[in-house]
Structure formats: structure tokens, C-alpha cells
């Protein structure tokens, strides 16, 4: 009974989950309400302050740099949107300001983040391979679900770090630039321009190869020549991330990408529900596999037992069959005793009939004799 008991128990908790899967059933989760799915961006603006950059440019970086925050971190909440913002510049060094010893600022942090934009100063060389490369060390950390770095710039990169390949045999041969191909444990030190775009070419491929599907890399050029924006073309993911900051409505720009991310977390949302329902299908299928051996289990159980059944029903059958011939052997036997005593009782009266007339004869014969010897007593005394 106990087996039985379990298994209906279990075949319940299967249609219950099934209907629960199908909709039939809507379970009431009291976790539902603050059940949402969030996203998270980490982007990380990387500004070129190189002496180039001095005037104007400068004054474009800085305007392009917190219309990119502003748009970003715009109506986010709304979508359910966190992003974390991240500020490198580079000249002929590369730094990374922290805020308050973090590696982002978010949205409550504008104000701060704000004030170290407007503190920039251009000056020295164009170290863009250092501050693509400081990017890629901070993303190492990064658990966000979008990663991001926008590049403004003038294109004219002049630093590189310390290489450890032939730089001449890779350029003029197009060879691939892999991991370790630099001392980034030394100092920076000053190239040609046409070395320094093919290293920051070569970070920024190391960055999309660190984060494959996950990076985004937009570059903002900031009064460039032809042949500079070519250069932040090629760095960038595609020619859609690439930007002029002369032409290019940067806010628009950052706000197609809040609707972009808005569209990936319902598609990822609808991926998700998908996938658990598939999941749940799978576990279902497991329970139903489960059961199935169960029921076979049990089936072939049943079939062993009515098997025993049948065969202590004929064993009772046969003794039975034992008992009652045992009864009729007994009832016969009881029956030819009596019988037999009948008979035995009618012999045994016959004899006593036998010698009662035998007594009665020896009785006669005993009077005779006793008369006899009277008559005889009588004559012998006359």
C-alpha cells in the first residue's frame, strides 16, 4: 500500500506541474512582484587629452563625453537599466580615475564624474594603445552583461608600450597580434604614427577577443583627417559604431543603444521564460521517464505477486482436493465401521440367542435328569 501511495504522489506532483507549465494553473509567488530582470553595462569612456587634442578638439571631447553619459544613464531606470560608467584619458601616460577608489561611476556620481571631465588638459604624445589597453584591464573584472568603450579621438596615435615582436614583420605581413606581444609593465615609449595606430589596432582586437559578444567598441572622432578616421573605423566593432562628433547627434546615438539594450533584456527575458519552460519540460519528461519505470517496476511486481497468488491458490486447491478425499476416505471408513458393528453387534445377539437356548435346553435337561432321578429315588423307596 505504502509503494502505491508514493507513486499516485508522484504522478499527482507530475500533472500539477504540467498544468502549472501549460497555464492551466498560475502559482502565486510572492517574490513575483520584485522579480525583475535587470541589466547591467559597464562602458568605458577612454578620452584622448594628447597635445593634439588642444582648443577646440578638446572642448568637442569633453562636451561629446557627458552627452554619452547623459544619454546613457537616461530614463535607465525605466528599462531596469544599470550603467556603470568608467573614465580613462591618455596623452603619454594613461590614467584611470577612480571614484573613490572604484573602477565606475553611476548615475548618483554624475556630478563628480562631470566635474573630472571638465578638469581634463591636453598635452605630450598619443599614447591610444595605453588606453585602450588600461579599458581591457578593467573589463578583466567586469561581470557586466554589456561591455562598452568609447574612443575619443583625433586618430593620431605616436606611444606604444615596449613590443616584444617584430613590429616591421607584422605590419608588412598583416600578421595576427596575440596575447603577451607587449611589456605592459614598462613605460610607454614614442613611435611613428603608423606604428602606434597598428598597436592600438592590435589592443582593441585583444579587447573584442577577450569579450566576444559581450563588447562594443564606438570611436568619436574629433576634427579628424580622412586618413584618422579610417584608422577609428577599423577600431571600432562596426562602421555603425563608428562617430564623427561634427556630424553625429552623439545623444541620439547613446539613446538608439538604451533602446537596443531595452530590446536585448525583453529578448533575453523571452529567452529565459523559453529556456525555463524548456527546462521544465525536460525535468517533466524525466519524471514521466521516471514513472514509466516505475510503472514497469510495479507492473512487473503485480505479475510476479498474482503469479505467487495463482500459485498458493492451487497449492490450497490442491489440499483441498487432499482434504476432502481424506474426509470421504474417513466418512467410508466410518461408515464400514459401523457397519461392521452392525453385523458384529447382530452375531454377537445371535450367539447370546445361541446360548440362552442352550441354558434353557440345559436347564430342561437338568429338570428332566432332576425328575428322573426323583422318580428314580421314589422307586427305590417303595
Not at 615582436?165 to 607584422?170: A, K, R, S
Request: proline fraction near 1%; charge should be negative; aromatic fraction near 6%.
Amino acid at each position: 500500500m505504502g509503494k502505491k501511495t508514493g507513486l499516485f504522489k508522484k504522478i499527482l506532483a507530475g500533472i500539477l506541474s504540467f498544468t502549472v507549465m501549460c497555464g492551466l494553473v498560475t502559482p502565486v509567488l510572492a517574490s513575483d512582484k520584485n522579480d525583475r530582470f535587470s541589466y547591467e553595462v559597464d562602458m568605458v569612456i577612454v578620452v584622448d587629452i594628447s597635445g593634439s587634442m588642444n582648443g577646440t578638439k578638446m572642448t568637442k571631447a569633453k562636451k561629446s563625453a557627458k552627452d554619452m553619459a547623459e544619454a546613457i544613464w537616461k530614463e535607465q531606470e525605466a528599462h531596469n537599466i544599470n550603467t556603470n560608467i568608467a573614465l580613462i584619458s591618455f596623452a603619454s601616460d594613461v590614467i584611470h580615475y577612480k571614484n573613490d577608489g572604484t573602477d565606475f561611476f553611476q548615475k548618483k556620481d554624475k556630478s563628480k564624474l562631470f566635474n573630472v571631465i571638465d578638469g581634463l588638459v591636453a598635452k605630450d604624445m598619443t599614447f591610444t594603445q595605453g588606453g585602450i589597453h588600461e579599458a581591457r584591464m578593467i573589463f578583466k573584472k567586469s561581470t557586466g552583461d554589456k561591455k562598452i568603450i568609447v574612443l575619443l579621438s583625433d586618430g593620431e596615435a605616436n606611444r606604444i608600450y615596449e613590443p616584444k615582436i617584430n613590429l616591421d614583420d607584422y605590419m608588412n605581413n598583416n600578421k595576427k597580434v596575440l596575447e603577451g606581444s607587449f611589456y605592459y609593465d614598462k613605460a610607454g615609449q614614442d613611435t611613428t604614427v603608423a606604428k602606434g595606430k597598428f598597436c592600438a589596432l592590435a589592443e582593441a582586437n585583444l579587447a573584442k577577443s577577450d569579450n566576444i559578444d559581450v563588447l562594443d567598441i564606438y570611436t568619436v572622432a574629433v576634427d579628424c583627417n580622412e586618413q584618422a578616421k579610417e584608422f577609428l573605423k577599423e577600431v571600432a566593432s562596426g562602421d555603425d559604431k563608428f562617430k564623427d562628433s561634427d556630424t553625429d547627434d552623439l545623444e541620439d546615438v547613446f539613446q538608439d543603444l538604451t533602446d537596443e539594450i531595452k530590446d536585448k533584456i525583453e529578448k533575453e527575458k523571452l529567452e529565459k521564460e523559453l529556456e525555463d519552460l524548456n527546462n521544465r519540460i525536460d525535468e517533466l519528461d524525466k519524471e514521466k521517464a521516471e514513472l514509466e519505470k516505475e510503472f514497469a517496476k510495479e507492473k512487473e511486481q503485480a505479475a510476479k505477486d498474482k503469479e505467487e497468488l495463482n500459485k498458493e491458490i492451487n497449492d490450497l486447491k490442491d489440499k483441498t482436493d487432499e482434504l476432502e478425499k481424506a474426509k470421504d476416505r474417513l466418512e467410508q471408513e466410518l461408515a464400514d465401521e459401523k457397519e461392521k458393528s452392525e453385523e458384529d453387534k447382530k452375531a454377537l445377539e445371535k450367539e447370546i440367542d445361541a446360548l440362552k437356548q442352550k441354558t434353557d435346553d440345559l436347564n430342561e435337561a437338568k429338570e428332566n435328569l432332576e425328575k428322573e432321578l426323583e422318580d428314580t429315588i421314589c422307586r427305590f423307596s417303595n
